[in-house]
């Protein structure tokens, strides 16, 4: 039987506090039978962990760079204590979610800029030190992204380290961009963003890229697909934003299934094996 793993879900976020389990039991319903949910700062680590250990789900530890602004140089220092004590953790499966960001203004200018890109290349080193896989944050940043993976990547073994593993997760850039991240050995996810008409890239790009090279993610709460979305007119109305969930992952696959030709199921199975091809510890919990 089929099923589907959401491989980008911050289901610990404010949003869900109330009802987060509620959540993942709506999504269990729907065939969510894994949902992997990404760190984005120290003082999330534990709960993403818990939060993963009672859901039967996996978790991955990193500083987003939206939150480098606030984070100390310490922080890089516990995080590698974290993954040193969690080693043996199952369901810690990749260094996540870091990367960089340029589409935020201030992150782009000194000294933000800068120690953005600190941290990312410092998490890199961390994941190479634990054999970890990394879920990478890429807005705006694709190139500069595949040029620190290709300067840490290749520091070990003579310049010829071993291959990346893990997500570009919400990918938007360019199909030259998307063969060099899949030629490095990651994934791209793919999300709620595929389901507007007007991402004509983004949809192109879905529907025609390998199909061993596509993962499908929530990124709930953020990102909601074109059905939860309403227009700032709307909201001055009254009328609310459609919360994300993990439970719209079969929707979202099933338009992504219909831009590919193919059946829903089918597109589960492909996108469930390449999660575990992209963070092998998955495997060990099916």
Partial sequence: ?????????????????????????????????????????????????????????????????????????????TL?????????????????????????RELTISPLRERQEFFYLEQLKLARKHGLPVILHVRRSADR??????????????????????????????????????ALGFKLGFGGALTYERALQLRRLAASLPLEAIVLETDAPDMPPHWLYTTAAQRVAGEAQGRN????????????AALRGMTADDLALATTRNAMAALPRLRLLS
């Avoid at 969930?245 to 696959?253: N, T, V």
């Fill in 145 to 182: 992204l595949l040029k620190g993976l290709r300067d840490i990547g290749s520091a070990g073994n003579g310049g010829a380290g071993p291959k990346w593993q893990g997500i570009a997760h919400a990918f938007s850039g360019s199909e030259q961009q998307a063969r060099a991240f899949m």
């Fill in 245 to 256: 969930e993990p439970g719209e992952l079969p929707r979202i696959g099933a338009e992504l």
């Fill in 1 to 77: 039987m089929s099923y589907w793993i959401d491989t980008h879900c911050h289901l610990d976020a404010r949003e869900f506090e109330t009802d987060a389990q509620a959540v993942r039991a709506r999504a269990a319903l729907g065939k969510v039978a894994h949902c992997v949910l990404p760190a984005v700062e120290v003082a999330n680590f534990d709960a993403v962990r818990q939060l993963a250990h009672a859901g039967n789900d996996s978790y991955a530890l990193g500083i987003h760079p939206l939150y480098v602004a606030q984070a100390q140089d310490t922080d890089l220092a």
């Fill in 80 to 104: 590698d204590a974290h993954l040193t004590r969690h080693r043996d953790d199952a369901r810690l499966v990749a260094v996540g979610e870091i990367g960089l960001d340029y589409f935020v």
